[in-house]
């Protein structure tokens, strides 16, 4: 078996294929490290001994049992009587063969024949016949029974090499977390005519194309920027929200350029210290492979979810805690290697240097940014109806310039998913998709399934919800009609609520909510984020009214959280209220007298609320006892009892 795995071995390295490997191995200028080296001389070892014992298990020499078991030409006797004593008495040589139930089969060698006497109890075997094949100078001999299945040899070999096979899972662990074995997981190659579609089949962003379409041009016609002093590629930045398009579009750019696209995420550390820095290593490696084997060679490089690889640096104690941006750093300088290949590198992360602070050196390195935005009430509409046509049971009559604006806010995946998400509604009702199913649909994706079972039984429970439920609306409804001078349908038409609910939404920890269209809000003024306050505390400004000061509950939380949010980019962010435009977050000491003027401002928006409900708590309490009835009363609904009241 040694003799034969020599041969092998020495063939093998004769081959034309091993010397290529060879050759290529040691033209790397990077050498396998020492403790990686020696991971891998164990594993071979392991390997190769447990590969003998295998080879060995199914193709070795026959055991003792097998051989004298093969030529057995007859079955004679199946229990232990007389007659099987004297023919056992005649053999030349006896075997005793006992399996694990403690049966005995007796194998009787005659010259070059053998006969059995099968399924023999072990106590039927007595002494006195031991005795007598000694007196009479017959050779026995008692043998285990090994089993013979392939079954049998694979548990064997899992048993005898259990810790061998526990050290080899630790090893190949070792090596795939240290970024020596590089799995497919870690990042996806597409070719340009692996890439369906184009930019044109992109709905909307018509400025965001626009500028990926200048930025193609500069790459696929470098000789003429060239002339104008541009004459290093560059890497880019995505930023924008999750379900933009960045992946898609950074995969249409390599479709433009013609050119492969390496796609992974900013998610590669190991948990191993310099795990993450070596699988960067591994990606630009194949990379450099993929613009080598390219006409134009070029390849993209494009990390998703960038945003960790981004941040400033030196903000942790431990050294190696920057290994991976430091290795990212330097694959992103531009410098061209032996094979004069360009990698162009694009990030994506799901903000922007707005709201984050960007490491110094990396933005630096990022020449051209693009942010993608959400899209607007057309591009929205546009996007609904390309997602709809594929929904082939759907009532004709969907009022589609409806939905966009109530789906404000909404990335185009979140719209394909709420489209998704109505089918199936519709599928268990057993009914086309409609308004009241994409609608009912937008609800779970922003907000979450609602239930009843919560509060079901909770009478005192159900009315407060009830009332604080009822009391946001109102609060909206006394100002919106003051805005539009007391007209009742004006007001209806101008008011954004869609339904007030009683139901309780797990996933926000809601117990009750009023569910609003959202708008495309580009600005707002003092005056509509001070109706917003007044609006938030209507919850807990009619549960005051309605059952007093001291049982006002803390289901208003919520509620003040966003509250305060709100006065603090009023007094801290802007200073909107104040002569002097300051962003008071650092400044200390304005930033006290902010805060003491940003209580006062609460106390009197929540006063007014106080005011603006006061007189209207009977109208509250009737809307309640409806809203208890029903669990859910939809706009139409409550304007009609408003008006009926």
Known sequence: MIEWLKELIAKIKKSEYYKKVETYLQSQPKKIPLKQQVLLVILFILSLDMAMYLAASIKGEETELQKISKDITELKYSDMNNSAVDEILKAQKVYFVVDKELNVNVILKENNSSREIRDIPIYSITRNIEQELIKQNINYQWVRQEGMLPGFVILSFISEHIFDILLIGLILFLLKSSGMMLNNDKFKVYRPKEIKGDMDNIIGYEDVKEEIKHLVDMLKNVNLYAKYGIEDFFNIMFSGTQGTGKTTMAVQIAKELEVPILVTTGNIETGFVGGGAKVIKSIYSKANELAVDNEFNTCIVFIDEAQNLLMKRGQSREKWADDTPNELLTHLEGVKTIHDVRIITIVASNFDESNMQLDEAMAAR????????????????????????????????????????????????????????????????????????????????????????????????????????????????????????????????????????????????????????????????????????????????????????????????????????????????????????????????????????????????????????????????????????????????????????
Request: charged share 35%.
């Open 366 to 645: 990022f020449k051209k940014k693009i942010h993608f935005r959400l899209p607007n009430e057309e591009e929205r509409e546009e996007l609904l109806v390309h997602f709809l046509e594929k929904v082939e049971q759907r009532e004709e009559c969907i009022n589609v310039e409806k939905l966009s604006k109530a789906f404000s806010g909404t990335s185009p995946r979140t719209l394909q998913t709420i489209i998704q998400e109505a089918s199936l509604l519709a599928i268990a009702k057993e009914e086309k998709v409609n308004d009241e199913y994409l609608m009912k649909a937008f609800e779970v994706v922003m907000i979450g399934k609602s239930n009843r079972k919560t509060t079901k039984n909770r009478e005192k429970e159900r009315r407060i919800i009830a009332i604080h439920e009822i009391g946001h609306f109102m609060a909206d409804f006394k100002q919106s009609m003051q805005e539009n001078n007391f007209d009742m349908e004006q007001t209806k038409a101008k008011m954004k609520v869609i339904k007030i609910s009683s139901e309780n939404i797990s996933r926000v920890n809601a117990l009750g909510y009023v569910l609003n269209e959202s708008e495309d809000i580009l600005l707002s003024s003092i005056a509509e984020l001070e109706k917003e306050v007044r609006i938030l505390y209507g919850g807990v400004a009619a549960e005051e009214l309605i059952f007093g000061k001291q049982n006002i509950t803390t289901g208003a939380s919520n509620d003040i959280e966003k509250i305060t949010r709100i006065l603090n980019h009023l007094f801290i962010e802007t200073s909107a209220y104040s002569q002097s435009k300051l962003k008071l977050d650092n400044i200390d000491l304005l930033k006290d007298s902010a805060y003491k003027e940003m209580e006062a401002k609460a106390k009197e928006l929540y006063q007014e609320t106080l005011v603006l409900l006061e007189k209207d708590k009977a109208l509250i309490e009737h809307l309640a006892a409806i809203l208890i009835e029903r669990w859910v009363v939809s706009k139409e609904e409550i304007f009609e009892e408003i008006g009926r009241y």
